[in-house]
């Protein structure tokens, strides 16, 4: 079983920037970002494997996943916050590829928490 460790969660006015950090107790060829904001569903954030990186729509352009694969460590740099952004941020991983959602993910961190004020 992976173990996955996030980090890098925090408060921050809306424009501002955060990084996520998670990292991997052994390596994964796919490592992916959900959030969840209270009363909502899971929503995938971001993802990354050996051939494809995605995004979800509203995060297009401000979000940028990253991976370092010697570090077994993924992160999410986030830019341009919005308070609609203010969620529980989780780390997901997964063999190759990157599951289709959030349902074929078998490993999953804790979660960190990103809150974005107006």
């Known amino acids: 079983q992976g173990q996955l460790a996030e980090s890098g969660g925090g408060s921050v006015q809306a424009g501002g920037s955060l990084r996520l950090s998670c990292t991997s107790s052994y390596y994964l060829d796919c490592m992916a970002w959900f959030r969840q904001a209270p009363g909502k569903d899971r929503e995938g954030v971001a993802s990354i494997d050996v051939r494809t990186t995605t995004y979800g729509d509203s995060v297009k352009g401000r979000f940028t996943v990253s991976k370092d694969n010697p570090r077994n460590t993924v992160y999410l740099q986030m830019n341009s916050l919005k308070p609609e952004d203010t969620a529980m941020y989780y780390c997901?991983?997964?063999?190759?590829?990157?599951?289709?959602?959030?349902?074929?993910?078998?490993?999953w961190g804790q979660g960190t928490q990103v809150t974005v004020s107006s």
């Open positions: 997901a991983a997964h063999q190759y590829p990157c599951p289709a959602g959030k349902e074929g993910y078998k490993h």
